[in-house]
């Protein structure tokens, strides 16, 4: 082969390869390369055809010397002229005099047929040994040179193309799938703030909706007040989702999960060098969430070092890498929650109290479980009505069960309740759960006794339980697993109402004078 040719060859291909990291759009890209063959070879024309997705048709999807009404005439059916032959059979094809072929059908009326003497060439781009287009262009090294040269370096092209169409269709099946889990996401946020407001009924949440509603189409920051398991990070989520920051980040930080110098780096980032250990640059998390929204949750356990670097970027709106002298501006909108008294930590020199007053432009406090007792049903249902879904079976609890639920004081408030009916239903041997499978410290942390069931109500039916309880082991020598098979109980479950009602050290001592009396001559 003519070393002037290998040398252009060579050329081509280190400029083809050279775009491969560079280009995103696959337009941009087909037709750099055909730009870059008219650049340094004899080609005047050239175009990619491709398949389309629906219908099946060649359509030309990139070109380089033609105009854009050119290029948009170029249709073809699969049985229609030189391309459709080439795509059909998954061969190259020659024409030599363009003025000859009856198959050249110059539908882009690009080419002047009437002068004759032009030279066509076209080869199948191939995926996984099919054809998926077809790549034409006019003659690349001249009439000195022979067609079996311009068809074995236009297949070497059309492999790099490949490349190109591989990459475009993985990254749009990546931008297909998070659209989906976007979709997916946003989904879910609604039906949990559906239900979050659907199941509270009380003033309180109707309080809270309302406050939600007025605040979240505002950049103002928020401060979320309540005890943990309330629901303020689903809270902060949604004051997300119906801002119009919702096609931006939402990104979550527990104050507390860090040390101070691990919590800096994640919030600002730095700069490659800024300490031991930085062998590259880290933007911090304030600077991916741009445009978006910060969740800082557990406000009340920042350090007092960040919570100057911090106030400084409500102030300013921009921030200074460690490491860096450049500052960034970044759009951010904060979120904050705490179950901690601030005005305390102010008095106590643990938190600034400038800060404060910058994070606390709309407070809004999330009630705990027991002060919204009227919630408490209903929530206990939903959970119900999830968990039988997901493990496709149906539950319940009985009135009496759900009346000691009522009365509880749920320190962990929604979190614990959920967390709670989940594992009742795992353990679950029926699909009414009774007030015996409850655990045993729902009653030991009862409420105030104006709130409680009076003694009368459970008296009579837990006497009168406790009494066959009783029977049922005096009858079976106080083996526990006889009586539990008299009442047709489970181990697990007598094993509970023994405890319940006290008559371990009953137990213990009956069989030692049965031991005793058996020990008798």
């Keep these: 082969m003519n070393s002037r040719i290998c040398e252009l060859e060579l050329k081509v291909l280190y400029e083809i390869s050279r775009i491969i990291g560079r280009v995103l759009q696959l337009e941009q890209a087909l037709e750099t390369i055909l730009s870059i063959l008219s650049e340094t070879l004899s080609?005047?024309?050239g175009t990619v055809t491709l398949q389309e997705e629906k219908g099946g048709r060649l359509k030309i999807f990139a070109s380089h010397g033609m105009t854009a009404e050119e290029q948009e005439r170029g249709v073809y059916c699969q049985d229609e002229g030189v391309t459709g032959m080439i795509f059909r059979s998954a061969q190259p094809f020659v024409v030599p005099d363009i003025g000859k072929e009856p198959l050249f059908l110059n539908k882009t009326r690009s080419r002047p047929v009437e002068k004759g003497g032009l030279a066509f060439i076209g080869v199948p781009i191939m995926l996984h040994k099919s054809p998926i287009g077809v790549l034409n262009v006019d003659r690349l090294f001249g009439d000195d040179i022979s067609f079996e040269e311009d068809v074995r370096f236009l297949t070497i092209v059309g492999t790099f193309m490949t490349q190109f169409i591989m990459l475009d269709r993985e990254i749009k099946q990546r931008e297909d799938r998070l659209r989906r889990?976007?979709?997916?996401?946003?989904?879910?946020i609604s039906r949990k703030y559906n239900h979050f407001f659907m199941v509270g009924k009380s003033p309180a949440m109707v309080e809270a909706q309302g406050n939600i509603e007025k605040v979240a189409p505002s950049r103002a920051p928020v401060l979320l007040l309540g005890e943990s398991g309330t629901g303020k990070t689903l809270i902060a989520r949604i004051i997300h989702e119906l801002s119009d920051r919702a096609r931006h980040p939402?990104?979550?930080?527990?104050?507390?999960?860090?040390t101070e110098t691990l919590l800096e780096s994640e919030l600002f980032g730095y700069e490659r060098g800024a300490f031991t250990g930085a062998t590259a640059s880290k933007a911090g998390r304030f600077e991916e969430a741009d445009g978006g929204t910060v969740f800082l949750d557990e406000i009340g356990e920042l350090p007092l070092n960040i919570q100057v670097k911090l106030l400084r970027f409500l102030q300013d709106k921009e921030l200074e890498r460690p490491g860096s002298t450049r500052n960034r501006k970044v759009d951010v909108r904060i979120v904050t929650a705490t179950n901690k008294d601030l005005e305390k930590a102010i008095r106590d020199g643990t938190f600034r109290e400038d800060l404060y007053y910058r994070l606390n432009v709309f407070p809004m406090r999330v009630p705990p479980l027991r002060e919204r007792r009227e919630d408490i049903p209903l929530l206990v249902d939903y959970f119900l009505e999830k968990v039988s879904k997901e493990y496709g079976r149906k539950f319940s609890f009985s009135p009496h069960a759900l009346e000691v639920l009522a009365h509880y004081d749920w320190p962990g408030n929604v979190r614990e309740m959920e967390n709670l009916v989940e594992r009742l239903a795992i353990v679950a041997e029926a699909s009414r759960i009774n007030v015996e499978?409850?655990?045993?410290?729902?009653?030991?942390r009862r409420t105030k006794a104006d709130r409680a069931p009076s003694p009368e109500a459970f008296s009579r039916l837990e006497e009168m339980e406790r009494r066959e309880i009783v029977a049922a082991l005096e009858r079976n020598n106080w083996v526990q697993s006889r009586a539990a098979r008299d009442l047709g109980l489970t181990l697990r479950q007598i094993g509970y109402r023994i405890k319940k009602f006290g008559l371990e050290n009953l137990i213990v001592e009956r069989r030692a004078r049965a031991a005793a009396r058996n020990r008798r001559p």
Excluded: D
């Excluded at 889990?181 to 879910?188: D, G, S, V, Y």
């Excluded at 499978?437 to 030991?444: K, M, Q, R």
């Design 250 to 258: 939402f990104i979550k930080i527990n104050c507390s999960s860090f």
């Design 181 to 188: 889990e976007n979709r997916c996401l946003k989904a879910e």
């Design 43 to 45: 080609m005047k024309r």
């Design 437 to 444: 499978e409850l655990p045993a410290y729902i009653f030991s």
